[in-house]
Nanobody, 121 residues
Framework: VQLVESGGGMVQPGGSLRLSCAAS????????MIWVRQAPGKGPERVSA????????YYQDSVKGRFTISRDNAKNTLFLQMTSLKPEDTALYYC???????????????WGQGTQVTVSS
């Protein structure tokens, strides 16, 4: 299993970024996928999740209305569109494969190296 994130960077408050995650080594279309973030000195937190066909989505309360998760199963790629970014969104963002059959998924078994998002003026 390999998950490779990209698209992070430094933006000003109110800005936007689109994260991508290229998946390989497993049948991507069969799994719930999750975006997880970890800020310095804090534990990982589940930001958003999407069901295998994309019909179900979940968002943490703090990002509802600002972030949009999507996936392209033909290209084995997961996305996170982030708008109206805030300094508190600063973190290392990981995509992860969920090993949970529950919804929304609460656990994951594989994750990538992450892409840094920094929101600062």
């Amino acid at each position: 299993v390999q998950l490779v994130e990209s698209g992070g960077g430094m933006v000003q408050p109110g800005g936007s970024l689109r994260l991508s995650c290229a998946a390989s080594g497993f049948t991507f279309r069969d799994y719930n996928m999750i975006w997880v973030r970890q800020a310095p000195g804090k534990g990982p937190e589940r930001v958003s999740a999407i069901s295998p066909r994309g019909f179900g989505t979940y968002y943490q309360d703090s990002v509802k209305g600002r972030f949009t998760i999507s996936r392209d199963n033909a290209k084995n790629t997961l996305f996170l569109q982030m708008t109206s970014l805030k300094p508190e969104d600063t973190a290392l963002y990981y995509c992860a494969r969920s090993d949970s059959s529950y919804w929304p998924p609460t656990s994951w078994d594989y994750w990538g190296q992450g892409t840094q998002v920094t929101v600062s003026s």
